[in-house]
Nanobody, 124 residues
Framework: QVQLVESGGGLVQAGGSLRLSCAAS????????MAWFRQAPGKERELVAA????????TYAGSVKGRFTISRDTAKNTMYLQMNSLKPEDTAVYYC?????????????????WGQGTQVTVSS
């Protein structure tokens, strides 16, 4: 059974940085795609960034491009989201997700496995 556990959320001032981690276990992830989604109150869950586990191909939402960086450490089975120049509109619960067909889907419906989420709050 795949397990995804996020960590690293918190409260930060606008312009600050945070790094989220997602520890993955239960499978060999070589053929998976992994992603970060976020959901703000009253809004739909949206893709932030996604990465293929094997080759490291990536995709980003336009709103975070140039500020956020997704990466993975295959030896540690951990995915990261480095978030710089944070804005109040980045405030949301951030979720780690995985799908086994290694496509960088933007729809949350395409992802089979989810973490419990970690809160990121950016104050102005």
């Amino acid at each position: 059974q795949v397990q995804l556990v996020e960590s690293g959320g918190g409260l930060v001032q606008a312009g600050g940085s945070l790094r989220l981690s997602c520890a993955a276990s239960g499978r060999t992830f070589s053929s998976y795609a992994m992603a970060w989604f976020r959901q703000a109150p009253g809004k739909e869950r949206e893709l932030v960034a996604a990465i293929t586990w094997s080759g490291g191909s990536t995709t980003y939402a336009g709103s975070v491009k140039g500020r956020f960086t997704i990466s993975r450490d295959t030896a540690k089975n951990t995915m990261y989201l480095q978030m710089n120049s944070l804005k109040p509109e980045d405030t949301a619960v951030y979720y780690c997700a995985a799908n086994p067909d290694e496509r960088l889907w933007s729809s949350p419906a395409e992802y089979d496995y989810w973490g419990q989420g970690t809160q990121v709050t950016v104050s102005s």
